[in-house]
């Protein structure tokens, strides 16, 4: 009889066996179509400087990019970046983040100059600009004007 058990010990293991290997296989194929059919939304940011491309070390950008990096937004994949720069000249400022407002990015990101967070502002009413490592007060009458209210 001991030789009984034995055969039916072993026939449970290979049907545990067979099982676990069919279930793996259906969970990849269940899986795999999935992942293909829903593709990411590609983000959009439109960075706004009064510098130049070259001299692009604002440190509150590049806090904010290694961040965005840190929770897997990666350019070219699922986050696209539109660079504006004024190359030193305040007057081509508004014209740039028309720009970018019209590019409908999802978010302004600025340098911390007073003049380019203005420019973004007045572009837009409905896409966020944000300033990191900025000073500036984005309340402040400088920027609304006495008699504007500002927009939030």
Same mark, same amino acid.
Request: proline content about 5%.
């Given at each position: 009889?001991?030789?009984g058990l034995r055969h039916e010990a072993r026939?449970?293991?290979?049907?545990?066996?067979?099982?676990?290997?069919?279930?793996?296989?259906?969970?990849?194929?269940?899986?795999?179509?999935? $992942?293909? /059919? /829903? %593709?990411?939304?590609?983000?959009r940011i439109g960075y706004l400087s009064s510098g130049t491309a070259?001299?692009?070390?604002? %440190?509150?950008?590049?806090?904010?990019?290694?961040?965005? /990096? $840190?929770?897997?937004?990666?350019e070219g994949r699922n986050l696209t970046i539109e660079y504006r720069y004024a190359e030193l000249n305040h007057q081509r400022l508004q014209d740039l983040a028309a720009e970018l407002a019209h590019l409908n990015v999802d978010?302004?990101?600025t340098s911390p100059d007073e003049p380019v967070i203005r420019a973004a502002q007045l572009a837009t009413r409905t896409i966020p600009v944000v300033m990191p490592g900025s000073v500036a007060d984005p309340l402040a009458p400088t920027f609304w004007g006495e008699k504007r209210r500002a927009p939030f």
């Open positions: 009889m001991k030789t026939g449970n293991s290979r049907r545990s066996g067979v099982f676990c290997v069919t279930l793996c296989v259906v969970l990849v194929a269940l899986c795999s179509p999935a $992942e293909a /059919q /829903q %593709p990411g939304k590609v983000y070259s001299s692009a070390t604002d %440190p509150g950008w590049s806090a904010l990019r290694k961040r965005l /990096q $840190e929770l897997a937004y990666v978010v302004i990101v």
